[in-house]
């Protein structure tokens, strides 16, 4: 039962039952953030090419910087 090899299987398949699922997650919220800056960045220039950035209200002033 103790057999060195039978050992190393088990905590091999282990290690990657349990790392695989948190590497995936990683992956996501990487590619995630990836696109959410996109769409910042989209919504920053829309923002700024539909008025002029001197007649802004504070929402929008907030809406631009965040």
């Known amino acids: ?24 997650f990683g992956i996501y919220v990487f590619f995630d953030s990836l696109i959410k800056k996109d769409i910042q960045e989209s919504e920053k220039d829309r923002l700024h090419k539909q008025k002029d950035t001197a007649l802004w209200q504070e929402e929008e002033v907030r809406r631009y910087l965040s």
């Open 1 to 24: 039962m103790n057999n060195p090899r039978v050992l190393l299987i088990v905590d091999i398949l282990l290690l990657y039952s349990v790392m695989s699922p948190l590497i995936l």
